[in-house]
Nanobody, 128 residues
Framework: QMQLAESGGGSVQAGGSLRLSCEAG????????IGWFRRTPGKEREGVAA???????TYSTSVKGRFTVSQDNAKNASYLQMNNLKPEDTALYYC??????????????????????WGQGTQVTVSS
């Protein structure tokens, strides 16, 4: 079974940057997509970005141009570079994976919950 572990969360002032990491461990799938999600209290978990093994990416409109998702296949790791952070980016951030999935599937919370796996989450707090 493959597992995911996020790291890199923390507190930053508005306008600052953070880079989140998501490392795959255990029995790592040969092909999988990675999705990044976030959840704030009282809200549903929302897709932020996704990437597949071919490097195709997708972003939510709220983060496009500020966040960049990437991957290092040799390290079985994905990264979410977050620039120009805003207070509304404050959330618990999760990475998720679907075996053999594409960016559309890894961007969907319902598809990931049905067919994929989740990391434990890492908190990002942006102060004004």
């Amino acid at each position: 079974q493959m597992q995911l572990a996020e790291s890199g969360g923390g507190s930053v002032q508005a306008g600052g940057s953070l880079r989140l990491s998501c490392e795959a461990g255990g029995t790592v799938y040969s092909r999988y997509c990675i999705g990044w999600f976030r959840r704030t209290p009282g809200k549903e978990r929302e897709g932020v970005a996704a990437i597949d093994k071919d490097g195709d990416t997708t972003y939510s409109t709220s983060v496009k141009g500020r966040f960049t998702v990437s991957q290092d296949n040799a390290k079985n790791a994905s990264y979410l570079q977050m620039n120009n952070l805003k207070p509304e980016d404050t959330a618990l951030y999760y990475c998720a994976a679907i075996r053999g999935g594409n960016t559309y599937e890894c961007f969907s919370e319902s598809v990931v919950s049905s067919f994929g796996i989740w990391g434990q989450g890492t908190q990002v707090t942006v102060s004004s």
